[in-house]
C-alpha cells in the first residue's frame, strides 16, 4: 500500500526528534596572575558573566586561592565570545588577566 503525505511528514518528525540532542557545554574559568587585581576581576566577573557582587567576590577568592574560578557554562560560541570580551577587556586595561574554556 503506497504511504500518504501524512504517513512521510510523521516519519520525518520522528527522524528530526531522534536526532535531537543537547549542545556540549563548556566551563568557562578565570586564571590567576600576580598583577590582575582583585577588584578588577570582580568587574570582569560581573559585568561579563552577570554575578552578583558576592558571587562574584566569592569566584575571586577561588581565582586566587586554587589558581583558577569557574565563571560559567555555556554553549561553546558563548563561551568563546565571553573569553574573548574578557582579553580584550584585560587588554584595554593593562592586565594579563587569562581566561579559558574546557569541556564540561
Given at each position: ?65 586554587k589558581g583558577y574560578g569557574i565563571c560559567g ?32
Amino acid at each position: 500500500m503506497p504511504r500518504n503525505d501524512n504517513d512521510t511528514r510523521e516519519s520525518a518528525l520522528s527522524e528530526s526528534r531522534a536526532e535531537t540532542r543537547e549542545p556540549e557545554m563548556y566551563r568557562v574559568l578565570l586564571h590567576n596572575d600576580d598583577y590582575t587585581t582583585m577588584e578588577f576581576v570582580v568587574e570582569i566577573l560581573m559585568l561579563v558573566f552577570s554575578k552578583t557582587a558576592e558571587d562574584a567576590t566569592r569566584i575571586m577568592f577561588n581565582v586566587h586561592r586554587k589558581g583558577y574560578g569557574i565563571c560559567g557554562v555555556y554553549t561553546y560560541e558563548i563561551a568563546e565570545t565571553k573569553v574573548e570580551t574578557v582579553h580584550s577587556l584585560a587588554r584595554e586595561n593593562n592586565f594579563p588577566l587569562k581566561c579559558s574554556i574546557e569541556e564540561e
